[in-house]
């Protein structure tokens, strides 16, 4: 009989826990297909089902949820309408909504994750596509950017750079705002994907002191000495090996008061320890992805390079994501 309710307690805590998902899983949908927007004055079941052309009882099922979690409200005559808009994501036609960091975790981390067993079994990994993915993660990363770019910022401001150079730069986010407040420094942004860099050269079209380039950071060096380097979001692409040359290189790039600026998770840091470790666990399932570095990892490469780790200061505590200034050392 112990054993009975050890077995329901169990059960109940598992649907307990998992109940979060139910709001992440009813705001994915609404954000793909717009559904918050279209609701956004009350219309019936129908009408919306006819309008975007959607199955009625799938539709009518997730309004249900909705309206049990608190995201719609019936109206009169069967009408519903969508509520507490501040914890929906926005439109989708809004370049900004917050639907891309479920997009992102409901169409590849979920996903990967759920495939664990068969690949412990199997020995058998996925690999990342970044023809498939790398518009999304550059998007959400240009989300997470907005409360990592002060940070950068300061750290830019001491630096006082004429020349900055951003690998892996994805759409540009992190170079448009710099720009603004450092209109003098000439600025380079290093981007391996061919549609994230047009996207950035787009964005970046009317700061004439930005250049992209689409190539790989592995096979380029500049013209000449920098003095800021930034690497945001993009250790979990550089092998370990990989990691080290690139850090090697940066030193040679560098000007002998340089900078080197990385945001990015750390594994078993002292803020955020369950978000990254379960960012390594999804990065470890890829055979082109990589674990994220621990502090006495970036300390290894700083040595390793030249450099001197300066500074580790939290950017994203949840996440366990830091902005990490190193200087150059010789």
């Given at each position: 009989m112990i054993s009975e309710y050890v077995r329901l307690f169990k059960a109940r805590g598992y649907m307990k826990r998992n109940l979060p998902f139910l709001y992440s899983w009813h705001?994915?949908?609404?954000?793909?297909?717009?559904?918050?927007e279209a609701f956004k004055k009350p219309k019936t079941i129908t009408e919306v089902a006819q309008e975007f052309s959607l199955k009625e009882d799938l539709l009518v099922r997730w309004v249900e949820v909705g309206g049990v979690i608190g995201y719609l409200k019936q109206r009169s005559k069967?009408?519903?309408?969508?509520?507490?808009?501040?914890?929906?994501?926005?439109s989708k036609n809004n370049p900004r909504s917050t639907g891309v960091l479920l997009k992102e975790m409901m169409e590849l981390h979920i996903p990967t994750l759920i495939k664990y067993p068969k690949m412990m079994q199997e020995d058998q990994k996925e690999s990342f596509n970044q023809d498939k993915h790398g518009m999304v993660v550059a998007q959400t990363s240009s989300l997470l950017e907005q409360l990592a770019v002060p940070r950068v910022m300061k750290v830019m401001k001491k630096a006082n750079p004429k020349r900055v150079v951003d690998v892996g730069c994805g759409s540009g986010g992190y170079l448009l705002k710099l720009s603004k407040k450092f209109p003098k420094a000439e600025m380079l942004g290093i981007e391996l994907n061919e549609d994230v860099a047009k996207e950035a050269k787009r964005n970046c079209m009317e700061q004439e002191q930005i250049e992209i380039l689409?190539?790989?950071?592995?096979?380029?060096?500049?013209?000449?000495?920098?003095?800021f380097v930034m690497l945001n979001n993009i250790l979990h692409y550089i092998s370990p090996k990989d990691r080290t040359t690139l850090f090697k290189n940066i030193d040679e790039w560098l000007n002998r008061k340089g900078t080197l600026s990385i945001v990015t998770p750390i594994h078993n840091s002292k803020h955020g320890g369950q978000f990254s470790s379960v960012f390594n666990s999804f990065f470890t399932a890829f055979d082109n992805l990589y674990p994220l570095p621990s502090e006495d990892d970036l300390e290894e490469l700083a040595r390793q390079a030249g450099l001197k780790v300066e500074k580790m200061k939290p950017v994203i505590k949840e996440g366990g994501w830091y902005q990490i200034t190193l200087t150059k050392t010789k």
């Amino acid at each position: 009989m112990i054993s009975e309710y050890v077995r329901l307690f169990k059960a109940r805590g598992y649907m307990k826990r998992n109940l979060p998902f139910l709001y992440s899983w009813h705001a994915y949908v609404g954000y793909e297909l717009d559904l918050y927007e279209a609701f956004k004055k009350p219309k019936t079941i129908t009408e919306v089902a006819q309008e975007f052309s959607l199955k009625e009882d799938l539709l009518v099922r997730w309004v249900e949820v909705g309206g049990v979690i608190g995201y719609l409200k019936q109206r009169s005559k069967q009408r519903y309408q969508t509520v507490k808009r501040f914890m929906v994501p926005s439109s989708k036609n809004n370049p900004r909504s917050t639907g891309v960091l479920l997009k992102e975790m409901m169409e590849l981390h979920i996903p990967t994750l759920i495939k664990y067993p068969k690949m412990m079994q199997e020995d058998q990994k996925e690999s990342f596509n970044q023809d498939k993915h790398g518009m999304v993660v550059a998007q959400t990363s240009s989300l997470l950017e907005q409360l990592a770019v002060p940070r950068v910022m300061k750290v830019m401001k001491k630096a006082n750079p004429k020349r900055v150079v951003d690998v892996g730069c994805g759409s540009g986010g992190y170079l448009l705002k710099l720009s603004k407040k450092f209109p003098k420094a000439e600025m380079l942004g290093i981007e391996l994907n061919e549609d994230v860099a047009k996207e950035a050269k787009r964005n970046c079209m009317e700061q004439e002191q930005i250049e992209i380039l689409c190539n790989d950071v592995q096979e380029w060096s500049p013209e000449s000495k920098v003095d800021f380097v930034m690497l945001n979001n993009i250790l979990h692409y550089i092998s370990p090996k990989d990691r080290t040359t690139l850090f090697k290189n940066i030193d040679e790039w560098l000007n002998r008061k340089g900078t080197l600026s990385i945001v990015t998770p750390i594994h078993n840091s002292k803020h955020g320890g369950q978000f990254s470790s379960v960012f390594n666990s999804f990065f470890t399932a890829f055979d082109n992805l990589y674990p994220l570095p621990s502090e006495d990892d970036l300390e290894e490469l700083a040595r390793q390079a030249g450099l001197k780790v300066e500074k580790m200061k939290p950017v994203i505590k949840e996440g366990g994501w830091y902005q990490i200034t190193l200087t150059k050392t010789k």
